[in-house]
């Protein structure tokens, strides 16, 4: 009989779905939970059909008849959360963001944070509770820049035990990109992609893109593409060579990014939230590196430990500061090698953690 897992989220992401992809691939039979949407909403045209979508949970015993909980993020920990904590039922966390590192500061090149909010202090509650209880290891990052990150500035020297496991791609996705011919061999054009969300024009936010929009459409010979989640971007600045794109669906992104010669993960440095990048893998990152696309990012350790180093794209301090000559020199030392582990590789070590329950 296979042991059932159940994922619980408080609306759909992806992380989740790539989550279910890989327990049911390694035999388990999958269930889902959310609390704020129907699954369908964010999950456009994905085949679904390897889990169970639960509607409601009414109470404790609704979970009893699973044999493992993951719960992604410690984001939407709730009151049933901490109630299955407590009678010890058989939880994992997989932690991809955190409400207590919203506050980080940058001083003396070195992170800092000031105060913490009661969501914050409820996620370091919930690390401490899993520690004292022999279960730290049950606790999955998304990246080591996050997880390292919390160590040291809660001097947590125990999350060192925790696995992390990148936010890339199902090896089935892998498997089945066909990669399109290049704009540029066209119209002789640099085509730069962003896909993901975006604020609007007035708010102090690191996707605020509309001011870098502007630097980089100065060029004639660059044109961007923008593949928007949430904001159109109808306030932004209008030009010619800004191509607001259709939706695409998230398992069809990466073969749709190969068409263009550049990702653009450089986000905005003036924004009042901007640290959370110096911690952050965003996903694209795996996007980019997939679709074999040189990647534009801001100078800040995690991209200059990932991209730089293993040749998949620049840093940038300034917007101002991407010319034809850089991303020409991007493209020359391209390394078209190199590639992340897909989420399978990693289906021994989650068989090592199930043994701790």
């Not at 369908?40 to 679904?48: A, I, K, P």
């Not at 919203?102 to 919930?126: A, P, T």
């Not at 993901?196 to 936010?205: M, Q, S």
């Not at 030392?333 to 399978?344: A, C, V």
């Amino acid at each position: 009989m296979r042991k059932k897992i159940v994922l619980y989220q408080s609306s759909p992401r992806i992380r989740l779905y790539k989550y279910s992809k890989l327990f049911s691939n390694m035999g388990y039979d999958i269930s889902c939970f959310y609390v704020d949407q129907d699954f369908s909403l964010n999950y456009d045209d994905l085949d679904l059909s390897h889990f169970k979508e639960i509607k409601r949970i009414n109470n404790l015993n609704d979970f009893l008849k699973f044999d493992y909980i993951f719960v992604i993020d410690l984001v939407c920990i709730r009151g049933v959360i901490q109630k299955l904590i407590k009678y010890n039922l058989n939880i994992n966390f997989l932690v991809g963001d955190v409400w207590m590192l919203r506050n980080l500061q940058y001083k003396n090149s070195k992170l800092q944070i000031k105060n913490i909010n009661n969501l914050g202090k409820n996620e370091l509650q919930i690390i401490k509770y899993m520690y004292d209880n022999n279960k730290i290891k049950n606790i999955i990052f998304t990246g080591k820049y996050l997880r390292n990150s919390i160590k040291n500035l809660f001097n947590l020297d125990y999350l060192d035990n925790c696995l992390y496991i990148p936010n890339s791609h199902i090896l089935e996705w892998r498997k089945n990109i066909q990669f399109k011919k290049k704009l540029s061999e066209h119209d002789n054009k640099i085509h730069i992609v962003y896909p993901g969300g975006i604020t609007r024009k007035h708010e102090n936010h690191l996707r605020n893109f509309n001011l870098i929009f502007e630097q980089l459409s100065k060029n004639e010979d660059i044109v961007i593409h923008v593949y928007t989640t949430d904001w159109d971007g109808s306030d932004y600045i209008k030009r010619k060579n800004i191509i607001y794109e259709n939706r695409c669906p998230i398992h069809l992104l990466i073969e749709e990014l190969t068409q263009y010669d550049f990702g653009l993960m450089f986000y905005n440095t003036e924004a009042i939230n901007f640290n959370y990048i110096r911690i952050s893998e965003p996903n694209k990152l795996y996007d980019f590196c997939e679709a074999k696309l040189p990647i534009i990012c801001n100078n800040v350790l995690p991209f200059r430990e990932i991209v730089e180093k293993n040749k998949i794209g620049l840093c940038f301090d300034k917007i101002e500061d991407i010319t034809k000559k850089k991303l020409n020199e991007m493209k020359l030392n391209y390394n078209y090698n190199y590639s992340f582990p897909s989420y399978d590789d990693y289906e021994n070590d989650i068989k090592e953690i199930l043994k701790n329950h």
